[in-house]
């Protein structure tokens, strides 16, 4: 059997080449038959990637993933710096690989941090600015994430250059940034008394994935995510281990109503918490992917399909308490990447045999290479995705 997808008319030189050379409708391919209507050719450049994010696009600077999102390095030096981020950061994730707690700043909130690993309240004393092609540490108080000699990673997100916009779409009222084409939002608004409301996200489409935080202290990051077991009324919480569904009051998370293309629906779990800050995205064809696999608890674990070369990842066990897991290709430059930060704890980064993590980055996915209660046991797993380089243009 000699088959033909594209890629040789003569069938190998067993039929002489047809007349046209035929290509699909893209113009890709070589065919001695024209291929039927909305059949392509078996190659790269028929992969899809969303027009909004294509480093091969007409505004290659703004559209190509990188400029989305990436992950940056750097050593703290205890006084006022600036770190490259390659993009124009509007959320900041920072954190020490040694042993500190996380560090989100945003351009909407301005000079000010919340802690992932606590339900600390907002510190404004931080001292952080934000401008076309990073951040800046403004102060060296220590509150910050640039403890003169630490090591840290940051993980950053280009959102609307902190430029906000007051939207009323839902019956609350919020300050709001976006960006439509990367599928991220950044909204800044207060609980009502009663909690139950309805919020504009900004987006496009219903968001796959929103963490929000209230700002004052005590108050838990809540989470949700489009492959929850039971997502119209879900929860997980990102400064704790525990799986999905903790918790008498999370019914009420939601108002039992899923997000839409325009309005994330709020219940009466947040009545009366006040100033609040949420971040939302989607996936976007070969730049950000969120989903679900399922664990096999095997050495030979399952792959998981983004569609890119991923540039980070989050892993959280939906079934059972398990860390939130984030790996990168910054801290781990090639294979077996097993360099694991949990966004729950602020402990050193876990790293080498001693940790028994290993996933493989590929040019479209992940493959998971342990069997790691936290990666890959007998559960469901929830995952999100950012990448640096389509599989259409991966080489």
């Known amino acids: 059997c000699i088959l033909n997808a594209g890629q040789d008319s003569s069938f190998i030189q067993n039929k002489a080449s047809g007349s046209a050379n035929a290509t699909d409708a893209n113009g890709f391919g070589n065919f001695f038959y024209t291929p039927p ?15 909004d994010i294509d480093p091969a696009g007409e505004d290659g600077e703004t559209e190509n993933p990188t400029k989305q999102f990436n992950t940056v390095l750097y050593s703290g030096t205890g006084s006022a710096q600036s770190i490259d981020a390659g993009l ?16 989100l700043a945003d351009s909407t909130r301005g000079s000010a941090v919340l802690f992932s690993d606590n339900t600390d309240a907002n510190d404004t004393t931080a001292g952080i600015s934000f401008d076309s092609d990073g951040f800046n540490w403004t102060n060296t108080d220590g509150s910050n994430a640039n403890d003169s000699g630490a090591n840290y990673v940051a993980w950053c997100w280009r959102c609307n250059g902190g430029v906000t916009n007051s939207n009323s779409e839902g019956t609350i009222t919020n300050t709001l940034q976006a960006n439509t084409k990367a599928g991220f939002s950044i909204s ?9 409301g309805t919020l504009g996200h900004g987006l496009e489409k219903a968001p796959d994935f929103f963490i929000f935080k209230p700002l004052g202290a005590g108050t838990y990051w809540r989470v949700w995510h489009k492959d929850f077991a039971t997502p119209l009324r879900s929860v997980m919480y990102l400064q704790l281990t525990a799986g999905e569904n903790q918790g008498a009051s999370d019914a009420q998370q939601w108002n039992n109503t899923l997000p839409s293309s325009t309005l994330i629906s709020l219940g009466g779990g947040q009545a009366g918490e006040g100033a609040s800050i949420l971040y939302a995205w989607h996936s976007v064809e070969g730049s950000s992917k969120f989903g679900t696999y399922i ?8 792959f998981v399909y983004t569609g890119f070369r991923p540039r980070m990842i989050f892993v959280k066990d939906r079934d059972r308490g398990e860390n939130w897991v984030t790996f990168d290709s910054a801290r781990n430059t090639f294979n077996s990447v097993d360099k694991g930060v949990f966004w729950n704890a602020s402990s050193a980064e876990s790293t080498g045999s001693g940790s028994g993590f290993d996933v493989d980055f590929l040019s479209n996915g992940f493959k998971m290479r342990c069997t790691h209660d936290n990666l890959n046991g007998s559960s469901t797993y929830v995952y999100g995705a950012w990448g640096d380089v389509p599989f259409k243009y991966n080489n």
């Not at 124009?88 to 560090?103: E, I, P």
């Not at 664990?295 to 399952?302: L, V």
Request: proline share 6%.
């Open 37 to 51: 209507t909305n059949f392509l050719a078996c190659a790269s450049s028929n992969i899809p990637t969303s027009a």
């Open 88 to 103: 124009q950061a509007d959320l900041v994730w920072a954190k020490n690989r040694g042993s500190q707690s996380h560090r």
């Open 188 to 196: 800044s608004f207060t609980c009502p008394s009663s909690g139950a």
């Open 295 to 302: 664990g096999n608890a095997n050495a030979d674990g399952p």
